[in-house]
């Protein structure tokens, strides 16, 4: 059983430009988070996804940023106009349950802006 | 809010040495702790957790213990080897309805010299 895939590991980006992370979830798992890592800080939460449903998007900034998770194909992160304080890792994690703390994380995307 | 506070690396221990990790938290409530560790590149793995008070996690020689009157969940172990050079990060959850987000320290790097 594949574990959670992130892609691309690595994604440089202008600022201005947009950036596409994409997350697909262990087989079986609907559950997807977003968490960000800021240097020299710990992951913070930015959204929680069911199939085709946002539940909490309460982390993620009110601009530029979107999620999806849609019935088919993997989870995106979409940063919009992206700017030099986007630059961080990305990780997902799925979680096979809703009522669970059970995750398991991929290795990230890290978004270098330039 | 909920936060967890750990201490600050980087922490270099030799092989053969005793490790203790300190974490403390703040949450409304019972919330479940965690310890998650990161190798160089790769996604965060859980080590160990705990769901209510005086609960020991244990794992690879690990140990936590959930003191919930001091608030902490310290990471141990007897005799760390290179092998665990990684990055720790303690975490809470604190389900608010559906959503079983984590909360972060902000991690601790550890390296283990033979």
């Known amino acids: 059983n594949a574990g959670v895939m992130q892609n691309p590991r690595h994604l440089v980006r202008r600022r201005g430009q947009e950036a596409r992370l994409r997350c697909s979830p262990m087989?079986?798992?609907?559950?997807v988070y977003w968490y960000r890592q800021l240097p020299e800080e710990g992951l913070k939460f930015m959204v929680y996804?069911?199939?085709?449903?946002?539940?909490?998007e309460s982390g993620m900034p009110k601009e530029r940023f979107s999620a999806e998770f849609p019935k088919e194909g993997p989870s995106i992160l979409r940063i919009q106009q992206v700017v030099r304080g986007d630059s961080a890792a990305y990780f997902c994690?799925?979680?096979?349950?809703?009522?669970?703390?059970?995750?398991?994380f991929g290795p990230g995307t890290r978004l270098t802006v330039t | 809010g909920d936060s967890v506070t750990q201490m600050e690396g980087p922490v270099t221990l030799s092989e053969e040495a005793f490790l203790t990790i300190n974490c403390t938290y703040t949450a409304t409530g019972y919330p479940s702790l965690f310890w998650y560790v990161q190798y160089p590149g790769e996604g965060l793995q859980l080590l160990l957790k705990?769901?209510?008070?005086?609960d020991k996690g244990s794992n690879k020689g690990f140990e936590a213990t959930y003191r919930k009157e001091t608030t902490s969940f310290h990471l141990e172990k007897g005799s760390v080897q290179v092998s665990d050079s990684a990055v720790y990060f303690c975490?809470?959850?604190?389900?608010?309805?559906?959503?079983?987000?984590?909360?972060f320290g902000k991690g601790t790097l550890l390296t283990v010299n033979p």
């Open positions: 996804l069911q199939k085709e449903n946002i539940i909490d």
């Open positions: 994690a799925s979680s096979p349950s809703q009522s669970s703390y059970e995750q398991y």
């Open positions: 087989k079986g798992h609907s559950h």
């Open positions: 705990a769901t209510k008070a005086d």
């Open positions: 975490a809470l959850g604190n389900s608010g309805g559906s959503n079983y987000k984590l909360t």
